[in-house]
């Protein structure tokens, strides 16, 4: 199922019982690019650069997030955001990955899964990279699903507040290093902050740093792939 | 909140549930919601009584602690829940650990006052994070054997291959409408006897009856189908250190057979147990994971001498 919306194209997916939107920004030639948003963003969430990539750029909302649907029972965790980007790469069929905070800790778990399918990723800082880090947040996932006065109080976007739980996830990095080993041509985006702990362990299994400037990190990302 | 319909397919009315010795009907049921999820619970005793909230393990349902919960209701309120997905509680788009916490607070927040939390296997773990998460509203705990499972051997298989399967059999359980319809509750009787061969197949009659419902192609396990297991980042060396935080006295209770799903071996077992400060320990004799479905009366005692009124 697909709708024009605004010159942008939208495909309805479907991941278990949760509709996704996945929306295409752009048509091309060559090899899709697939946008995996930051936690509490959104695909609309993207600077134009994005649009540089000469191929076709997908962008997909995550579960509880932008145009996808909210999870009935509010239980959000790893399981749901990598399966849907899997559903993304699945009706793709074969992308490079730009992904950005949560996005990009679930981007580089699916460009090492399915790396025939991933040529390549470019990985951005953005909310969500650092999760609770190398272990569950002592304060926990369950902890921070909102109460409903607190979900009626969340103040950020349009997601679904339970997407909340997702700040206790942990990055361990002997979690990502087999799928950092596995993944094909990984560049980290230095913005000058501080790299979350995780990319070091990236770094060492050869990724790359490239500067904040989104076209030219594309462009690198082209010229690996 | 939104309100969420069930997508729980309809059932086919059988009458009557089959009797075991000792089993009464709840004196009430309620249903409790949880972020647009119903959950079920059933009673027995005092309304007014100092509370006691059961929660059952993986793939069980509240009627699980039909046996003990009438015995316990001699002293106390005692609620036993059907987990999101189990019995007769909703069914959601997705499961996991931490929703269930939710939900099992928001049962005992319902009660407005603390409560004695007592789980079984998967149920004896959440209750204990529930319990290190709100401590203010728990008195005592109790964790049937639910300490959480063994280190998993080294895999043959590369992680992210076995993650890309992983990805690969989700799919397929996510979309699938229901289990598979069986002829007769006794091929059910028979499925779960092979799992959990120390119960008797009379109380697996009982149990399986509230389990499943009839359909007009067969028999179908409650449980919604579409839960799972996961992989992703978790190692069991995190589950016990997390326990040092208890202050309210616990009690673990083991049976002292072994058994399908437990218990742990005794070093690690001792070696988790350790990281609890206010800790005394049962092992029930003759019983092996299912302490309280094999051995209710006993439990019953031990609990009923444990627990404050």
């Not at chain 1, 989104?214 to 462009?219: E, F, P, R, T």
Request: proline residues 9%; aromatic residues 8%; glycine residues 10%.
């Amino acid at each position: 199922m697909s709708a024009e919306v605004g010159g942008d194209t939208v495909r309805k997916l479907q991941n278990g019982r949760v509709t996704l939107a996945l929306h295409q920004r752009k048509a091309g030639e060559g090899t899709p690019l697939l946008l995996l948003h930051e936690l509490y963003g959104s695909s609309a969430g993207w600077a134009t650069e994005v649009d540089a990539w000469p191929g076709p750029v997908f962008a997909l909302d995550f579960c509880g997030h932008g145009e996808s649907a909210w999870m009935r029972g509010g239980s959000y965790h790893i399981e749901h955001f990598l399966s849907d980007a899997d559903t993304a790469l699945r009706e793709v069929g074969s992308a490079v990955l730009a992904g950005a905070g949560l996005g990009a800790w679930y981007g580089l778990m699916l460009a090492g899964a399915r790396a025939e399918q991933v040529p390549g990723s470019l990985l951005l800082p953005g909310r969500g990279l650092e999760g609770s880090g190398s272990q569950p947040d002592p304060l926990d996932t369950e902890r921070r699903i909102p109460t409903e006065a607190q979900a009626a109080a969340f103040d950020e976007g349009d997601c679904d507040p339970c997407c909340a739980g997702m700040e206790g996830d942990p990055r361990p990095p002997d979690f990502i290093e087999p799928f950092a080993t596995a993944a094909r041509n990984v560049l980290l985006v230095d913005d000058g902050r501080a790299m979350p702990h995780w990319w070091r362990t990236v770094q060492d299994c050869g990724g790359q740093k490239v500067g904040a400037d989104l076209v030219s990190g594309l462009a690198r990302l082209q010229a690996a792939v | 909140m939104v309100a969420f319909p069930n997508p729980r397919p309809e059932s086919i009315p059988v009458d009557p549930a089959p009797e075991y010795p000792g089993t009464l009907p709840p004196e009430r049921t309620r249903k409790i919601p949880s972020h647009g999820i119903e959950i079920h619970t059933l009673e027995w005793g005092d309304p007014e009584a100092q509370p006691v909230v059961l929660a059952h393990g993986m793939w069980d349902h509240a009627r699980s602690f039909a046996t003990l919960g009438p015995l316990l209701a001699e002293r106390f309120r005692v609620i036993a829940m059907d987990a999101r997905g189990h019995g007769d509680s909703g069914w959601a788009d997705s499961y996991g650990w931490g929703i269930d916490i939710y939900d099992l607070l928001n049962v005992v927040a319902s009660l407005g006052r603390p409560v004695h939390l007592v789980g079984h296997s998967k149920g004896g773990g959440q209750v204990t994070d529930a319990a290190r998460i709100e401590p203010e509203r728990v008195r005592q705990l109790v964790n049937i054997d639910g300490f959480g499972p063994e280190p998993e051997p080294e895999a043959d298989v590369p992680l992210p291959e076995r993650m890309a399967q992983n990805l690969d059999s989700r799919r397929r359980r996510v979309e699938r409408q229901s289990w598979r319809p069986y002829k007769s509750l006794d091929d059910l009787v028979e499925r779960r006897l092979a799992q959990n061969p120390r119960l008797d197949r009379e109380w697996l009659r009982f149990f399986v009856w509230h389990a499943a419902r009839l359909e007009p192609d067969g028999w179908h396990w409650k449980h919604d189908p579409i839960m799972g297991r996961f992989i992703g980042p978790f190692s069991p060396d995190w589950i016990a250190p997390a326990w040092a935080v208890l202050k309210m006295p616990v009690l673990a209770v083991v049976g002292s057979e072994p058994d399908t799903w437990g218990p742990l071996p005794e070093p690690l077992l001792s070696e988790r147990l350790a990281h609890i400060p206010n800790l005394e320990r049962v092992t029930v004799e003759g019983a092996g994971h299912f302490v309280h479905v094999e051995k209710p009366a006993e439990t019953a005692s031990l609990l009923l001498d444990w627990l404050e009124s």
